[in-house]
């Protein structure tokens, strides 16, 4: 089956709003590059209506073309290079040789899901990770991605892990991913937030999303978080840490820190008593 690859010419912002609105259209494989992004679906998804809709409500210029279908697989191998976070942590595919002296080894075969580590919001969480402790925890992974966040809250002592998301794709390149990392104690969800009774509580919650899904479901997460718990939010700009700690002070939670890289930033935040 050929493939179509759509180059669109915008801002970084921007860039991330079009992948999620591309996302709706069936695109599966997106790429930031300089002066835009590249997105790609299969020829039977390719609607070039929908899509010129699209970049005309954006007011961006794109250009598309059709090729045969590629070895993703082989491309990976060509192009994903391993992650190395604080010298701890070391993020690799199947084929890059196992290295030593790092106390965390993350096996992950990302193909099309986000979540890699290469990205600032991620390898913020992770390395923010380190500084939590897990031992003995409940942890929630809200939009869980590859399952990177998950593997590595497994490594680190968690008891139970439960990771939810709502893309088909995310859940089976997750359930892939923890069966590499031999992670047996996570409860894999396809679902939203919603999905989780509200009697399951956690001791940490792990967001990476973007700045208005954790503004319209951090009541959501705080119901579900216990006294004195974690939450940490990221996936959004600096210039949004203030509106994020506003709508966080409304639900009782306390900031710990924040941290920011390549102007994406985190909140790690602690639940008061109640």
Known sequence: MNFVELKVSCSQELGEILIAELSMLNFD?????????????????????????????????????????????????????????????FIGADFHEKPSGFAHYLRINPKMSFGTGHHATTSQVLEAQLGIDHQGKKVLDVGCGTGVLSILAHQLGASKIMAIDI?????????????????????LRLS???????????????????????LDQ?????????????????????EDIQ????EAS???????RTESKDNWAILVTKKGDS
């Not at 390149?173 to 990392?181: A, D, G, I, P, Q």
């Open 167 to 187: 893309d088909e794709w995310c859940y089976e390149n997750s359930r892939e991913n923890f069966t590499l990392n031999q992670c047996e104690n996570i409860d």
């Open 218 to 238: 951090m009541a959501d997460y705080v119901i579900r978080l216990n006294s004195g718990g974690i939450l940490l939010m990221s996936g959004f700009y600096q």
């Open 29 to 89: 494989s997106f790429e930031e590059i300089d002066g835009g992004i590249v997105a790609a679906c299969d020829e039977s998804a390719w609607d070039e209506a929908e899509v010129k809709d699209l970049m005309d409500r954006y007011q961006v210029k794109f250009t598309f073309n059709i090729s045969p279908q590629i070895n993703w697989n082989e491309e990976w191998e060509k192009y994903y290079d391993p992650v190395l976070i604080s010298d701890k942590i």
């Open 192 to 214: 939203g937030i919603e999905g989780v009774p509200e009697s399951e509580t956690f001791d940490i919650i792990l967001a990476n999303i973007n700045r208005n899904v954790l």
């Open 250 to 256: 409304k639900h009782n939670l306390n900031l710990v």
């Open 243 to 246: 509106v994020l700690m506003a």
